[in-house]
């Protein structure tokens, strides 16, 4: 069986790591090396970082950001953010990322994916998919720009086709429930989940491990937080700890 993955998410603006609700209200909680450091040493299998203003300020991702936190982790690191084309990834690949996750350029030029699994490998592309729910509430549409434009697209049919256009990785986040901490929406993960063969991060919403476990029975690989872990109510150890006890298999 193949384990699963828990994954902090370090949101940064202008170098510092910051938190909200539903991307808006954002407060300073730390430094992100610094945090960092400490979720590795706890156990984190791999690490998110996105700039979550460099779109709204149309601006590049910070790369002295991105090569302070490769210095400091030997973990897969993910980064995302103000992500415009090819050669802004291939910048960040450079710079210490693993993988790089776009939303608003994708769905602005969708054969960017192509080009870019084309010029660095599927392995390296992800799709971070910011979904809300539709206002007759049945079904979600995809939102760019940190959640300020709303598409009208429909989310299950842009993951489908983002996958058949080279993202190798869906980073799933539910707009309604970031940062309420009141659980993922399971019937958002189950939806895509179904949609797409390329694995699925679940993101929005944790405030304990058994969250992470049902997003994970919802057909998740992966579980991504930030609030659980800044705040300090609990460690990624004890997440795992929880989490096998409820008979998921993680990495120890």
Not at 13 to 30: H, N
Not at 70 to 86: D, H, Q
Not at 154 to 168: M, Y
Not at 229 to 245: D, I, P
Request: aromatic share 4%.
């Amino acid at each position: 069986m193949l384990t699963r993955r828990i994954i902090p998410c370090l949101d940064v603006r202008g170098g510092r790591v910051v938190k909200g609700v539903k991307f808006a209200g954002l407060r300073d909680v730390g430094d992100p090396v610094d945090h960092a450091k400490t979720y590795e040493q706890q156990g984190a299998d791999e690490l998110v970082m996105l700039d979550v203003s460099a779109t709204p300020e149309d601006r590049e991702t910070a790369l002295e950001t991105v090569r302070a936190l490769r210095r400091a982790l030997s973990i897969p690191l993910t980064v995302g953010g103000g992500v415009r084309g090819v050669e802004t990834a291939e910048r960040l690949l450079l710079s210490g990322a693993d993988k790089v996750s776009m939303n608003t350029a994708a769905v602005t030029e969708p054969g960017l994916l192509t080009r870019l699994a084309e010029r660095v490998g599927r392995q390296c592309v992800v799709l971070a998919l910011d979904a809300a729910a539709w206002a007759s509430g049945e079904g979600w549409e995809v939102v760019t720009r940190s959640g300020a434009h709303r598409t009208g697209i429909d989310a299950v049919s842009w993951a489908r086709q983002a996958e058949q256009g080279g993202a190798g990785e869906i980073l799933l986040t539910s707009w309604d429930r970031d940062g309420t901490q009141e659980g993922y929406d399971l019937s958002l993960i189950a939806a895509i989940s179904r949609a797409v063969r390329v694995p699925v991060i679940a993101s929005g919403g944790a405030s304990c491990p058994e969250h992470m476990a049902r997003a994970l029975d919802a057909g998740a690989s992966a579980v991504l937080a930030a609030s659980i872990f800044h705040e300090g109510r609990y460690t990624v150890e004890q997440v795992k700890q929880v989490l096998s006890q409820c008979g998921v298999e993680v990495r120890r």
